[in-house]
């Protein structure tokens, strides 16, 4: 049964008078898709620029199929542009660098607050760009997390990202507490993937009076799962907790109001969906509620006062918010790419590119549930499963596949014909069509990809 909201694929290939799988009515997607355009800010690679291509199997000057920008998202076009500057202003100006040019390196971040804080829903003066995700995880921890006899409780998903599991670790142990004692866990019911909202809600009701922080991803990277972020922020704040989210999968990839949901802070980095490149400078939000109340624990010249900074009285001027948690000047290196990223987005609306979204990937689970379904009559024939919640309410732009066959020789069969996408041992292949540059023909063509490494696994297994 086909998706409600892709009611427009049966729709568009009765009114193109052929199979709603055929390549036509991924064409005309394309075609009807207001967004189209944004694919040229990019410089996709051939298939032949791909190291693990074999060219004899796809030619080699076609675009690849870039499935992997949920690890990291492709290069603008403007980013080399941008750095270039940089280093021209840095050799033909030196120290003056600092203040002239349009993007003075002492306060260059500063001019993409304003851009950021559209993605993830928050006023400005909410948003810091600086460090990594998970040195900015640390940073807020050290500001929220006071652990007390009652309440010393971190709450966090099972297979939350590594980095997060030993912050909050690292966090337990440096407050004196015992990480066994002081962590839960939560983790989907048996047979099941994912979590069950109702689950994250009633385990916060009822440890609630012990958690300092509920500390959840935004998307999970390994299922895909988009959180139910406001009812979690609700549910959180009902049992006195700080609720924090680490972004990194959902910025530029979900509709985010982390101001209007009151998440208490959040941090992200900027090369997945953010196209920031690898390393790229990381955000981090604090909600204004907090201006008076929280204050970041450890202090650097970056916190302070941008109008004050450079008379070095030695007497701190703290901003505000999450501006005063900055400790160092920002990397104008780093800062160039995320402009160019962020400029981009500027030319859309994280609702417009949702909605594509939505349909891409839509379209990727229907061909997919169409050709891979597991078929009774014929238990010898692969099939896939999706792990990643069917609701598109409840996921992002992944879609996480759980292959029937042992994933690795099909992982490296797909890569040879110039499919990129993203493989987590013992059987899960991670696929993310992007809004901002994939295409339905993208989505189209990998599923005839698939059907040839497939059937061809199926040969030799025979």
């Not at 990839?253 to 009151?262: C, P, R, Y």
Request: glycine content about 6%.
């Amino acid at each position: 049964s086909m998706p409600s909201h892709l009611q427009l694929d049966e729709t568009v290939s009765e009114q193109l008078g052929c199979s709603a799988t055929s390549r036509e009515v991924a064409a005309h997607l394309d075609l009807h898709d207001d967004l189209q355009h944004l694919r040229q800010e990019f410089l996709v690679p051939t298939v032949a620029d791909l190291p693990p291509s074999d060219l004899t199997l796809r030619d080699g000057s076609e675009e690849c199929i870039y499935f992997v920008g949920n690890s990291l998202g492709l290069q603008p076009k403007n980013t080399k542009k941008y750095i270039d500057e940089e280093l021209e202003k840095w050799a033909k100006t030196g120290a003056h660098g600092h203040v002239m040019g349009s993007r003075p390196w002492a306060w260059a971040e500063n001019n993409l607050e304003a851009l950021m804080a559209n993605i993830v829903g928050a006023k400005p003066e909410e948003v810091a760009l600086m460090n990594g995700l998970t040195v900015n995880l640390h940073l807020l921890m050290l500001a929220f997390y006071k652990p007390t006899a009652k309440r010393h409780k971190i709450l966090l998903e099972d297979r939350a990202f590594p980095s997060d599991h030993y912050a909050v670790k690292s966090q337990i142990q440096l407050r004196g507490f015992e990480p066994s004692k002081s962590s839960i866990f939560l983790k989907p019911r048996q047979g099941e993937d994912t979590l069950r909202t109702e689950d994250i809600l009633s385990k916060i009701e009822q440890e609630g009076a012990s958690i300092a922080v509920v500390m959840l991803s935004g998307v999970q990277y390994y299922t895909g799962q988009l959180f139910d972020m406001e009812a979690i922020t609700r549910a959180g704040h009902a049992q006195g907790c700080y609720v924090a989210f680490d972004c990194a999968h959902a910025v530029g990839n979900v509709e985010l109001q982390l101001h209007d949901w009151g998440v208490d802070f959040a941090c992200w980095c900027t090369y997945k969906y953010m196209n920031s490149g690898a390393g790229g400078l990381a955000g981090a939000y604090v909600h204004e509620k907090h201006t008076d109340t929280v204050k970041p624990a450890l202090l650097g010249w970056w916190g302070h006062n941008l109008k004050t900074r450079f008379q070095m009285t030695n007497v701190m001027d703290l901003q505000p918010g999450v501006k005063g948690y900055r400790l160092s000047n920002q990397p104008i290196l780093l800062v160039c790419p995320l402009q160019a990223s962020l400029e981009i987005f500027n030319k859309t609306t994280m609702t417009d590119l949702r909605r594509k979204s939505v349909l891409l990937t839509g379209y990727l689970e229907y061909l997919l549930q169409y050709h891979y379904s597991r078929d009774e009559a014929d238990p010898g024939k692969p099939y896939v499963r999706v792990i990643t919640p069917s609701d598109p309410a409840q996921r992002g732009c992944q879609l996480s596949l759980s292959f029937s066959v042992p994933i690795r020789a099909v992982f490296k069969e797909l890569e040879k014909r110039g499919v990129a996408c993203d493989m987590r041992e013992p059987d899960i292949l991670r696929i993310a069509p992007v809004p901002l540059y994939n295409s339905f023909t993208d989505v189209h063509l990998f599923i005839s990809i698939l059907e040839s490494v497939l059937s061809a696994h199926t040969t030799l297994c025979q």
